[in-house]
C-alpha cells in the first residue's frame, strides 16, 4: 500500500514520527516538505497529497496539523476525497468501514503519538466492503461530491 504522511508545522513531527513507524510495513512517501515555489500554507499541503490520492499516486494518506479540522476541510474540497476527521480508534475504523475514507485526519495539538499510532494502525488496517450496508450511503455521498464537481 502506498501511504502519503504530512504534517503542517504544527504537525510536520508527529508526521515524520509516523512515516519512521510505518516505513517497514507499508510504501511510505513523507510528504510534509514544501515544494520550491509553492504555499507553505495547511490547504495547499493538503491539496497535494489529496489530489496525489485522488489520482492514484498514493493509496491513503494521513494529514496532520494543530487540530486535523484544517486539513480535513482542505482535504475534503478535492473531488473524490472522503477524508475523516478521527480521533480515536473507533472512529478511525469506521471511517474505513462506514464511509471508504480514503485519508484520515488528526492533530497533533490532540493527540499523543501512541495514540496516532493506535489509530492510524485501526484505519490502514480495515477495507471497505462495496458490497457491505454502508455501500448505499456512500454511493449518495459520490453522488452529492459528483453533483458539485466543476473539473
Known sequence: MKLAVAGDSAGKGMAHDLAE???DRYDVTEASQTPEGAEAFYADMADRVASGVADGTYDKAILICGTGIGVC???NKVPG???????????A?????SNNAQIITFGARVLGLELAKTIVDTFLAESFDQHGRSAGNVEAVDKVDAKYRKT
Open 21 to 23: 513507524y510505518l516505513k
Open 73 to 75: 476541510i482542505s482535504a
Open 81 to 91: 476525497i472522503r477524508a475523516a476527521l478521527v480521533s480515536d480508534g473507533y472512529s
Open 93 to 97: 475504523e469506521r471511517a474505513a468501514l
